[in-house]
Antibody, heavy 119, light 107 residues
Framework: QVQLVQSGAEVKRPGSSVKVSCTASGGTFSSYTISWLRQAPGQGLEWMGR????????NYARKFQGRVTITADTSTNTAYMELSSLRSEDTAVYYC????????????WGQGTLVTVSS | SNGLTQPPSVSVAPGKTASISCGGSNIGSSSVHWYQQKPGQAPVLVIYYNSERPSGIPERFAGSNSGNTATLTISRVEAGDEADYYC??????????FGTGTKVTVL
């Protein structure tokens, strides 16, 4: 049974960066694809990008291209999402999720990490 | 398929059937996935590839997809089905797109 555990909540200043981690247990991490998604308060879901850890190769959503970097460390079964040039609109819960199938679907999801951007 | 439209809310009595639509141009040519999200929790996959159920999801959850509308149907609705539901597709080029979300209320 795959489980994804994310790092804790963060408070960041506008213009700074945040790096969120997602550690997997169960299964073979290097064979997964991991996606990052986010959900602003009271809003819907947005896909940010994904990584295939064993390659490693990342793909990013158009909206976040140039501002997000997704990496993975197969020695610790951990994926990371770093978002730069933070603004208040980036306040959201960020999720990682195992990414399956073609076309992709997401299962399971991590518990979520709240990132608050405030001056 | 960009801009997937879902009704903001659906209300249903216990034991009845809830239908949640997901509208998009020619969505029937795409594979649609559905997620359930309860307050304060991460989303959970309930339907993938239009009508497949993951292990552990009750048979009461069913999906269909044709033309410009995909539909998630929940039969014999229970209080525990009260949640937000989102549809999701691959836009065919680069991005995954989610629907606007539907809040299901069990009366």
């Amino acid at each position: 049974q795959v489980q994804l555990v994310q790092s804790g909540a963060e408070v960041k200043r506008p213009g700074s960066s945040v790096k969120v981690s997602c550690t997997a247990s169960g299964g073979t991490f290097s064979s997964y694809t991991i996606s990052w998604l986010r959900q602003a308060p009271g809003q819907g879901l947005e896909w940010m990008g994904r990584i295939i850890p064993f390659v490693p190769k990342a793909n990013y959503a158009r909206k976040f291209q140039g501002r997000v970097t997704i990496t993975a460390d197969t020695s610790t079964n951990t994926a990371y999402m770093e978002l730069s040039s933070l603004r208040s609109e980036d306040t959201a819960v960020y999720y990682c999720a195992r990414t399956l199938g073609d076309p992709n679907y997401f299962d399971p999801w991590g518990q979520g990490t709240l990132v608050t951007v405030s001056s | 398929s960009n801009g997937l439209t879902q009704p903001p809310s659906v209300s249903v009595a216990p034991g009845k059937t809830a239908s949640i639509s997901c509208g998009g141009s020619n969505i029937g040519s795409s594979s649609v996935h559905w997620y359930q999200q309860k307050p304060g929790q991460a989303p959970v996959l309930v339907i993938y590839y239009n009508s497949e159920r993951p292990s552990g999801i009750p048979e009461r959850f069913a999906g269909s997809n044709s033309g410009n509308t995909a539909t998630l149907t929940i039969s014999r609705v229970e209080a525990g089905d009260e949640a937000d539901y989102y549809c999701q597709v691959w836009d065919g080029s680069r991005d995954h797109v989610f629907g606007t979300g539907t809040k299901v209320t069990v009366l």
